[in-house]
């Protein structure tokens, strides 16, 4: 029986977030705390920098925040509009960025597509072409880890390059480090991530990147926070610094997790990832062959994640059962978030999982479905 404090075996935690940490990057935590000021932090700091860009796709600073991925998620409401914010929606995630600029009294509005639906360039090309100089800011999530939904942003950042004085702003919490990212030719204005998804490290950092006009944007808007001050991130990181007291250890823990990850090849990684998810709906479609039962991937052909895949349970299957069942054989994986959350489950394919551990997940997972089936 696997416990919620850690004795389960290594390799069983399939929940899309946080992710399995490896013992390595745990244990790299372990070392002195030092001034954050002092050179030691300094030489840290710009050891991270080249890896980070690679997994960015930028040649701009990688800013480090001690937050959690909604503290950049609010940075990037906060800091880069001054009129209105729209807000591209799929899911849970993409929701957050409307619900932080409401709560941050930011005007902003929704572009909805269904839940397990992507967000497609025509129709925010046809919403910014219907009142162009409405909106300074679009928000969209790249991998929606509530749906499984990978959205086109190289589609979405071309359309958002034909309007002038439009910033888009990039969730990339779930894809960053396990899908490839080329903020720099995108063209976008701002990247995030956090440390506890495909990162597959402790949760308690968020990375993020800004482009040259998203720090002119900041620059000009007065209340833009000040714990989460793009240009003082700016400002800091050309001099290998925080703006304030990093969480070191965590820092350590990344240092680590670069070098592995630079050890498996950047390419790689991403290779890996994407098997892990074919290898998903490989078997997504194999039950829905076996049982006769209607399984299938809640994202679309062309719009799926390949960090984490949402697969619509047939309607005799409750998600939380099949959760619970895969819990009693020693196994974690996602319940359906939000409203999903009765008709479908979540595996989280991302971080340092290998096809290896995947195989053997979804060996338990057949064994589950067919005890919840027959009972
Ligand atoms: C997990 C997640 C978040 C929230 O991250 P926190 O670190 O919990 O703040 C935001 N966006 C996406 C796409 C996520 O998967």
Redesign the pocket.
């Known amino acids: 029986m696997a416990s919620e404090t850690g004795e389960r075996p290594f390799g069983r935690f399939f929940l899309p977030?946080p992710t399995e940490v490896h013992p390595e990057v745990l244990d790299a935590q372990v070392r002195p705390v030092v001034g954050h000021r002092g050179p030691a932090t300094k030489e840290l700091l710009a050891r991270l920098q080249p890896v980070l860009g690679r997994l960015f796709g930028t040649s701009r600073p990688v800013y480090l925040s001690t937050s959690?991925?909604?503290g950049l998620?609010e940075a990037a409401v906060t800091n880069l509009s001054r009129r209105r914010i729209l807000c591209l929606v799929c899911g849970a995630?993409s929701g957050?960025f409307h619900d932080i600029a409401r709560l941050t009294g930011r005007p902003a509005d929704r572009l909805e597509a269904e839940w397990g639906a992507p967000n497609l360039p025509e129709r925010l090309a046809e919403r910014l072409a219907d009142d162009p100089g409405r909106y300074d800011l679009v928000t969209v999530?790249h991998?929606?880890?509530s749906t499984g939904v990978l959205n086109p942003v190289a589609g979405l950042a071309e359309v958002v390059r034909d309007f002038d004085g439009v910033l888009l702003a990039v969730?990339g919490?779930?894809s960053v480090a396990g899908a490839p990212m080329a903020f720099d030719d995108w063209g976008a204005d701002f990247l995030l991530t956090?440390s506890?998804?495909a990162l597959a490290l402790p949760?308690g950092l968020?990375l993020g990147a800004a482009s040259e006009r998203a720090l002119e944007r900041a620059a000009s808007v007065p209340a833009r926070s000040y714990y989460f001050d793009l240009v003082d991130f700016e400002r800091r990181a050309r001099e290998h610094q925080t703006p304030n007291t990093p969480a070191l250890t965590l820092l350590y823990a990344l240092e680590r997790q670069l070098e592995r990850i630079v050890a498996e090849g950047i390419e790689a990684r991403f290779e890996r990832h994407e098997a892990m998810a074919r290898r998903t709906h490989a078997w997504t479609e194999a039950a829905a062959g076996r049982t006769g039962e209607p399984f299938e991937v809640l994202a679309p052909p062309g719009y799926r994640s390949p960090t984490v895949t949402a697969i619509r349970l047939p309607e005799r299957l409750r998600g939380p059962d099949v959760v619970a069942g895969l819990r009693e054989h020693g196994w974690v994986i996602g319940a359906g978030y939000g409203k999903l959350k009765p008709s479908t489950i979540r595996v989280g394919h991302m971080g340092d999982h290998t096809p290896d551990q995947l195989e053997e997940l979804l060996g338990v997972l057949d064994r589950v479905l067919q005890e919840t089936l027959a009972a």
């Open positions: 977030g959690s991925a909604t998620m995630f957050r999530v991998s929606e880890t969730d919490v779930s956090g506890q998804k949760p968020a």
